[in-house]
């Protein structure tokens, strides 16, 4: 990486940084900071030339790993964890903390017990899919899958070992057996992640520039019945 790079990266590292503050300050002002959770993470990771790639695409931890912290009442200060979870756990781990009942069809896993204890697991590992690619991380292992059924090659790395992902433990005699656990676990993870949950409500085929008329706004329990249908005209 040149210097330059590095010099912008940490720039605008700092500039984040300060606008977190900003919030947080004003948050402490108002003394809204007593019943307000805050929640910092990102969409993805990003290369800078690790790998010889750049930006997201890949399935490195460089692209695939995001930062992930919770903040408020209930929440102990300065505890940290290498359990895997997923940004889709976000949304049942806000209802639990708010005292709100997650709708049946949320396949999210709240993280409150990680709160309670750090060496917690909601999951066994993380699920992430780009192009025709498929990856999870565990606490020690990335396991990536090329191809529906693998006929593309696999790659292994050991964390312990080579946080840079850099050897690819695959044909590894001595990992033979890790390997076959993580090919189990990654296609139960896969398998899963296809099931449509039950009472998801309504949904509709994306069409490329096709707008679709319908009224955001509607109103389901629990179960994902449809409680309420908002007019368009509301």
């Known amino acids: 990486m040149s210097q330059e790079i590095k010099e912008a990266y940490y720039a605008t590292i700092s500039f984040m940084d300060a606008q977190i503050g900003r919030v947080l300050d004003k948050l402490e002002k108002t003394g809204l900071d007593k019943n307000t959770i805050i929640v910092f993470s990102s969409d993805h990771g990003y290369h800078l030339g690790e790998h010889g790639y750049w930006q997201k695409q890949t399935l490195f931890d460089n692209s695939t790993r995001v930062p992930l912290i919770f903040s408020g009442p209930g929440i102990e200060k300065g505890i940290k964890s290498n359990s895997p979870v997923e940004l889709i756990d976000i949304y049942p781990t806000l209802m639990e903390l708010t005292g709100i009942k997650s709708p049946d069809h ?129």
């Open 106 to 234: 949320v396949v999210g896993k709240s993280l409150v017990p990680v709160f309670e204890d750090s060496n917690f697991k909601v999951r066994n590992s993380a699920l992430t899919r780009w192009r025709n690619g498929y990856s999870i991380k565990s606490e020690r292992y990335r396991l990536t899958k090329w191809g529906e059924n693998g006929e593309l090659g696999f790659e292994l790395y050991d964390h312990t070992n080579d946080k840079e992902e850099l050897i690819n433990l695959a044909n590894n005699q001595n990992y033979s057996q890790v390997l076959d656990s993580l090919k189990m676990e990654i296609n139960i993870r896969i398998a899963d992640a296809r099931v449509k949950p039950k009472g998801l409500g309504r949904q509709f085929e994306q069409k490329p520039y096709d707008r679709i008329k319908y009224t955001p706004g509607d109103l389901h329990d629990t179960n994902g019945k449809r409680t309420y249908l908002k007019p368009s005209d509301e």
